[in-house]
C-alpha cells in the first residue's frame, strides 16, 4: 500500500506551499509587517491572555470578535461576518462549498496560489486568465473567457499577489456584473492601497469580501474573515469547522482590534517606506519594479535565481518566483533598515 496507489493522482501532482527557513534572515518573503506592538501594549495583552480558559472549547462562532470586527472594519448593515483561521481557511471553506460536480473557478493570473490549490483539493477545474504583460487586469479578455466558462466561483485579489497591482474598480465592477457565479474579493492587502468593495456589498448579491489581518500586522494569530449577505454566510458556516478560530487568536484579537489604530499608524508608515523604497528600487540598474498598492514589489531582475541566492548569503530573505514568473522576486516592505539592508545586498547581488 504506497501513496502513489492510495493518494488521488492531482495531489501527488502537487508540490506543498513551500515557506523557506528564515532563521537569522532579514524576513522580506512574506509580506509580514516588520513592526511589534508598543511593550506596555504587549504587557497588557499578556496579562488579558493569562485569564483565558484553555480548558474550554472556544465560542463556536467567534461572535463577540465578529461584532467587533463588523464595527472596526465597516462592514455594512445587513451584511454578516464569518471567521477564518486565516483567510486561507475561508478560501477552502468558499471552494469546497462550491465545488459542485464540473464547477469552474476563473481567477486572473499569476495571483495567490491558494486558489487554484484550493480548486484542486475540491475537484473544481481551474481556468486561470492571463494578466497582460505589465500585470494590468484585462477585464474585456477575462469577461468574455467567463461567458465561454460560466464559473460558479471568481477570485480576484485587491490588490494582486504576486504583482502588487491594483486593478481599476470600474472593471471589477463589470466582471461582478456579468458574472453568474460568486466573486471573492480578496482584500488582503487593502490597508496598504486604501481601496476597498466593503461599502457596496449591498449593490451586488453575487459579491462578498476577504479579509485577513495578517498583513496588518497579526500573521501569527490566524484570523482571516468573509463579509457578505448572511445567506451566503450561512452556507459557509455549514462547512466551517466548528472551532475554526482557536481562544487565544479570538481572545488577542479583541485585544488589539479594539486598539486598531495602533496598526493602521504601522500600515502608513509602510506605505511611506514603500515609496522610499519604490524609488530606491527604480534607481538600481537592470531592475524593472511594477507599481504596487500593497506592502511588496515584484521585480524583475537579469537573473532571479542569482540575486536570490545573492541576497540569501547575505541574509536577506525574499520569494523566488522565478521560473513562473520569469526573472521575477517579490520583496517585502521591512522597516527602514532593513529596506538598506535589502539595497546593498541587491546591488552585490544582481
Ligand atoms: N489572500 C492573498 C491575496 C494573500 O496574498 C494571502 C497571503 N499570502 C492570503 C490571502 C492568505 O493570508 P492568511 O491566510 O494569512 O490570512
Redesign the pocket.
Known sequence: MTPQKLVRPEILALKAYGVADAGGMVKLD??ENPYPLPPAMRRELAEVLSRVDLNRYPEPSGRELRALIARKMGVPQGMEVLLGN????L?QIVTLALARPGAVMMYPAPT?V?YSMNATFSGMKAVAVPLREDFSFDAAAFIERMRAERPALVFL?YPN?PTGVLYPEADLVRVIEACEGLVVM?E??HVFAGRTFMGRLNEFRNLVV?R?V?KLGL?GI?L?YLAGRPEWIAEFNKVRQAYNVNVLTQAAALFILERLEVLEEQASLIRKEREILKKNLLGLKGVTVFPSEANFFLVRVPDADRAYEGLRRQGVLVRNLHPGLKGCLRVTVGTPDENRVLLTALREAL
Open positions: 512574506a509580506m486565516g483567510s486561507d481557511d478560501i495567490f491558494m485579489a499577489n480578496d488582503a492587502y476577504l485577513t495578517s500573521a490566524r482571516g
